[in-house]
Nanobody
C-alpha cells in the first residue's frame, strides 16, 4: 500500500477556488489509479474524480464536471484536485485514494476498488 496525505482544504466563499494536493509515499505513484472522494456530515461517501496511472484518462461525477480538474505529477508523487466555481453543496471532507491496477487506463469510481486512503482535508464553502 501507499501512504497518502492531503492538504489544501479550507474555508472559501461560493464561487471561489481551492486546489487540493495529495502527497504519496512508500511506493512509486505510477502503478496506482488515483481518485478523490468526499463525505459530508450525515451523508454517504461519494466519488468525485479519478485519474489513470499515467494521466491519460479521467472520470468525474456529473455535478463537478466543468468545475473540477484532477491531475497528477508522478515525478512529484502528487495528485491534485483543482476546484473552481465552488458551491455550498461542495462542502465536505475530501479524501485521496489509490489502488494498484494492471490496466493503465482504469478510472474506477467505486470506493471498494481503492485500498489506500488519506486522512482527509476539510473544504467548507460559504454562501
Amino acid at each position: 500500500q501507499v501512504q497518502l496525505v492531503e492538504s489544501g482544504g479550507g474555508l472559501v466563499q461560493a464561487g471561489g477556488s481551492l486546489r487540493l494536493s495529495c502527497l504519496a509515499s512508500g511506493r512509486t505513484l505510477t502503478i496506482y489509479t488515483m481518485a478523490w472522494f468526499r463525505q459530508a456530515p450525515g451523508k454517504e461517501r461519494e466519488f468525485v474524480a479519478a485519474i489513470s496511472r499515467i494521466g491519460g484518462n479521467t472520470n468525474y461525477r456529473d455535478s463537478v464536471k466543468g468545475r473540477f480538474t484532477i491531475s497528477r505529477d508522478n515525478a512529484k508523487n502528487t495528485v491534485y484536485l483543482q476546484m473552481n466555481s465552488l458551491k455550498p453543496e461542495d462542502t465536505a471532507n475530501y479524501y485521496c485514494a489509490a489502488y494498484s491496477d494492471p490496466h493503465y487506463w482504469s478510472v474506477s469510481s467505486s470506493s471498494h476498488e481503492y485500498d489506500s486512503w488519506g486522512q482527509g482535508t476539510q473544504v467548507t464553502v460559504s454562501s
